[in-house]
């Protein structure tokens, strides 16, 4: 009886806790504008015939854009939402904050929701940011007299308080972005919707940003976050989705769903990450004196690597066919990321390393010898470049290759090769 009762306090205090329960929730559209329009209208005069409609079977031309989802979202909860372009993310968070029903399932959401899809969308141009301040924290649910307590703290949030009397027309998009996303949170929601508007601003405005996001969840607001940058979501949420065409492929442990979105995602270019790269034969009367006709990533054995490792040594080998004696030259490797943003993450130069290059006739390989990968685990492309002074010999625009690791490493943002020693400061004993 005793263990009966404990187990019910349990479960009533999930249910408490809870604030949005999605269950088998799906969405399909379609893409020919006019036969979504006539299915619109089919859909309508059924509803109003009350009469049930066959949700669950495509009709022609129509696909889905969620297909049965299921999570639950607590109080003080952060969920990260990852997957490429197309998976449907967006798709989701519109329909939790309610702007579009679902086809089948069902949407439980308890508390306030502030929706942060498309920052300063709605705000009217000809109004002031002043004006256009109360009209949307009064759609959100507050009085003047709440918004006449707090407008302060937003247009100070917001950072501009020489144009909050200016027309937002005259707003650049970083400036109406600010004022959506002070307004936002400072209705005290209890969850946020949150999807890739972290990435506008300065660094600073977006560490304040992430700063004021963690003083809410302290305070019992949950959020749901959709970013394309991978470190991201593993530095503020403990659990994410993992979406792709429509379908959940992963649900849990940020670091795990991470890791299976990144092996998905090496898999699908792996034809393009081969284990090397071949480049055609140039025309004779092209060549500026050398070609790069291969490119792949060697151990120190000389044997060809399919994806680095992470922490383990790598040989980028450039396989060339010089035609003449070059001296001075210099190499140039711009690598960026392909799994976040298309940030740039290294830039390398020959010439910066002061290595002063020699090229003699014939076939000859050019390495970059790594004694540790420091990338972290993810797919990379690589422009590679060879020069002489100004002049540009021959230019490889895009590489791509993998990186792997053996170990934990997904909370860093990069490696950092180490070894460790203890030191007995008395003795001066190492051990």
Known sequence: MLKSIFHESIIQKNENNRLISVENVSKKFCRHLKRSLLYGVQDIATELIAKKRNSEILRPQEFWSLHNIS???????????????GAGKSTLLRLISGLIKPDTGCIQVRGKIAPLIALGAGFNPILSGRENIYVNMSMFGLSTKQINHKIEEVINFAEIEDAIDAPVQTYSSGMAARLGFACAIHVEPDILLIDEVLAVGDIKFRMKCY?????????????????????????VCESSIYLAKGKLIAYGNTTDVIRRYEDDLCMINSEASSDIMYLPAKVESESTGIDITSLCFKDNQGKIIPAIICGQPANLAIACQANQKIENVNIGILINALSGQGERILYITSASDDESIQILPGKVEIQMQMPYCCLLPGLYNAKIYIKQGVQSLDIVQSFRFLVKSDKVISQSLFYQPRTWKVINQELGIRS
């Not at 976050?225 to 530095?235: E, F, R, S, T």
């Open 71 to 85: 999570f639950e979202l607590n109080k003080a909860e952060a969920i990260g939402l990852i997957g490429e372009n």
């Open 211 to 235: 700063k004021k996001l963690a003083q809410l969840r302290e305070q019992g607001t949950a959020f749901i976050l959709v970013a394309h940058n991978p470190h991201v979501i593993l530095n």
